[in-house]
């Protein structure tokens, strides 16, 4: 099969100009801030605390007797908002 015959007035001269005279775009790089990740690993923390608490000695703690299955929906709230908080880390 033939190739093809490329002449350079067949390359358009606005995309070889243009790639040249592109200035560079400043990037942010400053990362998460540290109040940020500490929040967000305390409610993961706290979220895991709050479950093997519960495990153990749920029923000797009244306002956890109180909360009965809820419990379960408060560890487990707290650990996926520490989760989700993780997509904004950078």
Known sequence: MPKAKITK????????????????????????????????LGLMLLGLIWLVVNYLAGENIPFMVSLGAWNYGVGFGLFIVGLLMTMGWR
């Open 9 to 40: 007035s067949s390359i358009p001269q606005t995309a070889a100009a243009s790639t040249a005279d592109r200035t560079p775009v400043k990037i942010n790089t400053g990362g998460t801030p540290t109040w940020y990740k500490v929040i967000m």
